[in-house]
């Protein structure tokens, strides 16, 4: 693995490259909030995904958004991250990605800011770890439609206890339910066979 800081129009961002001799496609990932809802890169499910979409073929990367990076705990205005993002995914696409189809996600925050700007990255598809549909007790808050506008072939893998709600299926989007709640950390083999076996559903046609 090596790591690499990328600018964007937000401060520098950095980048977790795992790279693989003949890669079939590339898959960037990025982490959910500070504090209570995500984590950094090192989330275990963020972990276990990595590992089977490595074993898969795929590069991947793991991307820090620039608030982690300086060292801040709260994270940016959703349209902050999103630009960061952009900047992130256009850099790698040129750079060590470059020639390969490429499928955008995260887990938590992440998985939201993937969906937004999924066809602003020209995505395959989308993996979402822990979609945040809505804030705990407060359904009426629903982010259902940013999974709705995404239309490319999309997995979220959910905690079947998620107090942060569990997201519809659609014509295009598989939701996968697995042991424990928001942190995915109860079956982490479970994650990683429903990235898994999603990657390979989706090949050739997209990987």
């Known amino acids: ?11 520098p961002a950095r980048a977790h490259l ?13 982490h959910g909030a500070s504090g209570g ?30 608030y982690r ?17 952009k900047a992130v ?3 790698l696409a040129e750079g060590e990605l ?6 955008v996600g995260g887990r938590s925050a992440g998985a939201r800011v993937a969906c937004r700007t999924a066809a602003d990255t020209d995505a395959v598809a989308v993996l979402c770890l822990a979609f945040p549909l809505h804030p705990p007790g407060r359904p009426e808050k629903t982010r259902q439609p940013e999974l709705d ?8 893998v959910q905690g079947e206890g998620d107090p942060f709600g ?12 697995v042991p424990g709640n928001h942190g995915l950390k109860k079956d982490l083999e479970a994650v990683a066979a429903a990235v898994r076996d999603w990657l390979r559903e989706l090949a050739p046609a997209a990987v």
Do not use: F, Y
């Open 18 to 30: 795992h790279v693989v001799a003949q890669p079939v496609g590339a898959l960037v990932l990025g």
């Open 89 to 91: 995914v256009e850099d």
């Open 37 to 66: 809802a995500g984590g950094g890169v090192t989330a275990p499910d963020l972990v276990a995904a990595t590992e089977a979409a490595v074993a898969e073929g795929l590069n991947v990367a793991l991307v820090e958004q620039p």
């Open 98 to 103: 470059a020639g390969l189809p490429l499928i």
């Open 166 to 177: 569990m997201p519809t299926g659609g014509a295009s989007r598989s939701i996968v339910t």
């Open 69 to 85: 990076v300086a060292g801040r705990k709260s994270p940016a205005p959703a349209p902050r991250l999103d630009e960061a993002w």
């Open 1 to 11: 693995m090596k790591a690499r800081e990328i600018e964007t129009p937000h401060g």
């Open 149 to 156: 506008a995404v239309e490319v072939p999309t997995l979220v």
